[in-house]
């Protein structure tokens, strides 16, 4: 403004009449060309609603030219139409790019993650889309400019602005569906902890919806669907989590323990088991006693009563179980023999069947136990054997 200012007190010098040279009149006239050249800049600077502004509260009728800096740098800018054409087509690639990722998020549900990552794509193809109406450039220049930012919306402006929104949808597109997935198996994680398997299930199976890859997802949704007794399903899950990974030794002895309970296919669990073999040296504590434990029960079903009692031997050798004492107690019980081996049979699968008993009360989380399993032991307990 203070330059404006001195413009209008130049004027009314040159108007008095005091004589002026001509060096001075040229020096005037171009400092008038740099006024006008930097019309654009000024504008850019203090924005073209301060300047009118200040047009109308200082010469609200008849304005020199250089109180209408506001005009000049509009009518200056007159971008080629061609710019039109990239900005569009980045903001119809934002379109199909929120479009497909709320198709994507769909597969999860409805979550406060989900709804908030659409919504910022929305707002910023929103944001881009605005470029391309007077109003909304207006609001724009006028939002960047309480941020200390005076663009003008224009030509390639309108083109970078579409660009960049184009990039952070891009951006969002990318990763949101790895954080929902991400927290849908959290979720997950916290149903299956407080033992609601129906809620678990759901939300694994939006995790792995969204992200098929989602390794523990999918190990995840096969143990939840053991939990809910959803053996059919559990099985193919378990199949699919040890193929997407083999070093998951806890998913072939789960799919093991579910073909000899539910399938009665025996001899596809000992293949499984068989995998666990060959990778006994990597195998923890619990996968080696769930190895032999798992390979005694399919053994036993087989009515190969000898290498069952040598597998669930080893078994408790690793830990102590609830299961394997069970099974061994069935063993002794049901291999036939002399009337004399099988009343030594019976004391020896008594003594299994009260060990059972004691490490299950002592630990009944430690592992999966047969509701039936307890009720027989605890029967043939009652009867003597």
Sequence with gaps: MELLIARDDLARALEDGQPVSASAITRVSKLDQKLRDAAVKIDALVGRKMLANWRQGIHPLNSPWWWSLDERAAAAEQPSPLWAIPAAVFFTLSIGVLSETITTLRNGGINALSVFGTLMQTLLALLAGSAFLSGGREWLENLFSQLGINRKFR?????????????????????????????????GNQSLEHKQYFSAVQEYQQAVALKPDFIAAQ?????AYDKSHDYARAISQYELSKN?????????????????LDSKDYDRALERLDYLRSNYNDLDVDNRYNLHKNSGWAYLELRNYRQAGD?????????????????WGRVFDEQPGKEEERQSNREKAKQQWNSFIKAFLDNPEQEEVEPNWKAHAQEQLAKGV
């Design 219 to 223: 190990y995840n949704l096969a143990v």
């Design 244 to 260: 997407l990974n083999q070093k998951n030794y806890t998913a072939y002895n789960n799919l093991a323990r579910l073909y000899i």
């Design 155 to 187: 030509g390639k402006s309108r083109v970078w602005l579409a660009l960049a929104v184009l990039v952070l949808t891009f951006i969002i597109r990318a990763y949101l569906p790895d954080y929902v997935a991400r927290y849908r198996n959290y979720q």
């Design 311 to 327: 597998e669930l031997e080893w078994a408790l050798k690793q830990r102590d179980g609830a299961v394997a004492h069970y099974l």
